[in-house]
């Protein structure tokens, strides 16, 4: 396999463009990372016929800046307490840190895109400016901005299975009834049998050992309704 260098972060890249990996001698198989002065770099390994289709810049070499946004969004009951108490705009700051960062990365996009991403980007803005509890639209739009220009975007919770799964079969779901024609009077049945039944099931099992979420009653009281797992697919 050839290797294509990715940089993560950082304004700094490597002499000549290209990073030296963990591996004299890589295997075939093998993510290589390694770090310089304000810069991560990863070489991720390609099979020959994907290798091939690059443009010519990027098999001799040449890094792909990546510019890394995140939002964080709590819907539990921690959230809840600090919603409460907190008054000093710190829970604020990282959306609105990821905010203008993503601002002012699509700001490339525009000239050369239709409306419907500068539409997107105004959503985004105000859905943070409402500073609403839990505010999960800033995630669902946010989905959207990132599809819109090809992004690469993860989600993941603390234990990156039960609240990411309940994100993360909401999104499914939307997608279909979005570009797919799944009726509205079957969203939710859709969505119960994706959470019981579907493949996020078998990440739980491959995690804990149990084919069940792990919710507290707290937890489930404090969750937004589009978040609550259906009966019988979770244990105290």
Same mark, same amino acid.
């Given at each position: 396999? *050839?290797? +294509?260098?990715? #940089?993560?972060?950082?304004?700094?890249?490597?002499?000549?463009?290209?990073?030296?990996? +963990?591996?004299?001698?890589?295997?075939?198989?093998?993510?290589?990372?390694?770090? =310089?002065?304000?810069?991560?770099?990863?070489?991720?390994?390609?099979?020959? /016929? &994907?290798?091939?289709?690059?443009?010519?810049?990027?098999?001799?070499? !040449?890094? $792909?800046? #990546?510019?890394?946004?995140? =939002?964080?969004?709590?819907?539990?009951?921690?959230?809840? #307490?600090? /919603?409460?108490?907190?008054?000093?705009?710190?829970?604020?700051?990282?959306? @609105?840190?990821?905010?203008?960062?993503?601002?002012?990365?699509?700001?490339?996009?525009?000239?050369?895109?239709?409306?419907?991403?500068?539409?997107? +980007? *105004?959503?985004?803005? %105000?859905? $943070?400016?409402?500073?609403? !509890?839990?505010?999960?639209?800033?995630? @669902? $739009?946010?989905?959207?901005?990132? %599809?819109?220009?090809?992004?690469?975007?993860?989600?993941?919770?603390?234990?990156?299975?039960? !609240?990411?799964?309940?994100?993360? &079969?909401?999104?499914?779901?939307?997608?279909? %009834?979005?570009?797919?024609? +799944?009726?509205?009077?079957?969203? *939710?049945?859709?969505?119960?049998?994706? %959470? !019981?039944?579907?493949?996020?099931?078998?990440?739980?099992?491959?995690?804990?050992?149990?084919?069940?979420?792990?919710?507290?009653?707290?937890?489930?009281?404090?969750?937004?309704?589009?978040?609550?797992?259906?009966?019988? *697919?979770?244990?105290?």
């Amino acid at each position: 396999s *050839s290797f +294509l260098p990715v #940089l993560l972060a950082g304004a700094a890249a490597p002499p000549g463009g290209h990073s030296q990996g +963990l591996y004299s001698s890589p295997p075939a198989q093998c993510v290589c990372a390694s770090a =310089f002065r304000g810069s991560l770099v990863v070489e991720v390994p390609l099979p020959p /016929e &994907t290798f091939r289709s690059l443009p010519q810049e990027l098999k001799e070499g !040449r890094l $792909i800046r #990546l510019y890394p946004v995140l =939002f964080n969004i709590g819907i539990n009951q921690q959230q809840s #307490l600090a /919603e409460r108490y907190m008054t000093d705009g710190r829970m604020d700051a990282f959306v @609105w840190g990821g905010e203008a960062e993503c601002g002012s990365r699509m700001n490339n996009f525009l000239s050369v895109s239709h409306g419907s991403l500068s539409d997107l +980007l *105004s959503s985004l803005g %105000r859905s $943070i400016e409402s500073r609403k !509890r839990k505010n999960v639209e800033v995630l @669902w $739009i946010a989905a959207m901005v990132c %599809r819109a220009v090809n992004g690469v975007r993860l989600t993941s919770c603390k234990s990156a299975k039960d !609240r990411t799964a309940m994100s993360v &079969t909401l999104e499914q779901c939307v997608l279909l %009834r979005e570009r797919h024609t +799944l009726g509205q009077q079957h969203f *939710s049945t859709a969505l119960d049998r994706m %959470r !019981r039944d579907g493949c996020r099931m078998d990440n739980v099992q491959k995690n804990v050992g149990c084919r069940k979420f792990a919710f507290s009653g707290i937890q489930l009281l404090s969750f937004p309704k589009l978040y609550r797992p259906p009966d019988g *697919s979770f244990k105290y």
